[in-house]
């Protein structure tokens, strides 16, 4: 009876709840769809799929904010492939857009990579972070939206990668020739110029990082739903209510600390630990060089000392053959006084 009981659990009982363990793990399928663009044959691997919603389901987990339903992810391998309305979007560099009215996700395939922040799952999530955050906006009800740098500044933060893999650097020449991005611009769209895009990316991720190591992420958030349920009059007024600050001294203050190098040396610790790492190879090398130094410089006393001991070269082998002659005569009984040998330093036996 024990047996068949054990066989009803193994063989029917533990698959079911170990599938129901998987789909919690990677998300509800149902909630995505992936297609291909432009109606293109072929069905999309079910890997995709499985990834998508595992991805979306971090996301919101992260963020406390749940997408639409409906997701619909769009896989596109050209640029032909683009929906003409978003084909302008898509600059060179572009590997992905969210589209907030469609509640779509278009991506090119042909420019994704295998490492980040270029794979299928970082650009995925932090896509998703764009859909949640529009969601947010039209929970609000008040026709609001979030500034453009809150935008990317956290969908960096929680796919954790930059969109440019040098963003450290492109701050920091920015930094040393005091050329920021203003603020105002930043709040509804990107600069034209592509070292400037470069720079509002590098930006935006460096001052949110700096505002989630402050008051945390959720304290954020919770200033933004302020502002976008129109309890407070603005963004700083969200701030204001809960921590007595605002983002605008709070980029006065970021911006102060990038000059002071305080900033970039967060940033850096933050986002460039490998950078870190060669920042301090000259450090091992001059560590090492010093220890060579010193163990020449040991040798090359205890060289002098065996001269000044031993006189010249000479000198010391002789004394040293004569010391190897003596350690090969027999010691003990039989040796040449019948005992053990006498140390130096010991008072001869009476």
């Known amino acids: 009876m024990n047996r068949r009981i054990l066989h009803v659990f193994g063989g029917v009982l533990l698959p079911l709840l170990l599938c129901g363990a998987c789909e919690e793990r990677d998300g509800d399928p149902s909630r995505i769809r992936i297609e291909k663009a432009g109606g293109a044959g072929g069905t999309p691997h079910s890997g995709w799929t499985r990834e998508a919603s595992r991805s979306l389901r971090i996301v919101e987990a992260r963020l406390g904010i749940r997408a639409p339903e409906g997701v619909r992810v769009v896989l596109a391998d050209s640029e032909a492939e683009l929906d003409p309305r978003l084909a302008a979007s898509f600059r060179p560099w572009t590997v992905a857009l969210a589209w907030k009215r469609k509640n779509e996700v278009w991506l090119r395939t042909d420019r994704l990579r ?8 970082t650009v995925l999530q ?30 960096q933060e929680i ?24 603020w ?27 505002l989630c190591r402050l008051y945390g992420l959720g304290t954020v958030l919770e200033a933004s739903r302020l502002f976008l349920g129109g309890e407070v009059d603005s963004l700083d007024g969200g701030l204001a209510r809960l921590k007595w600050d ?26 460039c630990f490998s950078i870190l790492l060669l920042l301090a190879a000259p450090l091992v090398f001059f560590v090492l060089r010093a220890r060579g130094i010193r163990d020449r410089e040991v040798d090359r ?22 010391e190897e002659s003596r350690l090969d005569r027999p010691i003990g009984p039989s040796g040449p006084e019948g005992a053990r040998p006498h140390l130096e330093d010991e008072d001869p036996p009476e």
């Open 246 to 271: 605002s983002f605008t001294r709070l980029q006065e203050e970021w911006e102060r600390r990038m000059r002071s190098g305080l900033g970039f040396l967060d940033f850096l610790s933050g986002n």
């Open 184 to 210: 105002l611009e930043l709040r509804d769209r990107l600069p034209e110029r592509a070292e400037d895009v470069r720079a509002a990316y590098a930006q935006s991720a460096s001052f949110v990082s700096f």
């Open 126 to 155: 932090h896509e998703f972070v764009h859909l949640c955050l529009f969601a947010l906006e039209e929970r609000g009800g008040k026709g609001r939206v979030l500034p453009l740098w809150l935008h990317e500044g956290i969908a």
């Open 301 to 322: 006393r205890l060289v002098a000392w065996d001269r000044r001991v031993y006189g010249d070269d000479s000198d010391h082998e002789d004394l040293g053959r004569q």
């Open 159 to 182: 796919s954790g990668a930059p969109v440019f893999s040098n963003q450290a650097e492109i701050l920091a020449s920015r930094t040393a020739k005091g050329r920021f991005v203003s």
């Open 114 to 121: 295998p490492d980040p922040p270029g794979d299928f799952r």
